[in-house]
């Protein structure tokens, strides 16, 4: 049977769309691939994001932060000193940019202004950590990135 240029061009057509729809296909359904959106109601998130910014600008014009140290037992979070440490509530948001079902948050309770994250909940690597208390009726709030 003798192939003419027509037929060639079809044929030509026919594995050059097999080629890409495959490619579709293995990357749409391979779970190493997946693309989801970075934070769990981000859209809901968004509409509070001026409130965030005021809070940080408010936390940073006052002055306050919380020192964030990598230790042999885990993370250490040292409050303000001029703060009680039992008006301090609120909440640390870690999050981890690489998979999100290591992300993870922990109720603020103290008795004296170190917070200490174990070590068994962390792996190395980049977290993004996000701590929000309140004190005396004020908000605060302090982002930051480390790598443990």
Known sequence: M???WGTGIVIAFVLF???IMYFVVSSLTDESLEHELVTKDYYKKELN????IDTEKFTKDAGVDVAVTPTAEGLELVFPED?????IKGKVFLYRPSNKHLDFEVAISLSDPHLLIPKDR?????WNIEIRWTCEGKSYLVK???NY
């Open 2 to 4: 003798k192939i003419n």
């Open 17 to 19: 769309i097999s080629f």
């Open 49 to 52: 994001f001026q409130k965030e």
């Open 83 to 87: 703060q009680l440490p039992e008006d």
């Open 122 to 126: 962390l792996l190395d690597g980049r």
């Open 144 to 146: 930051k990135a480390i």
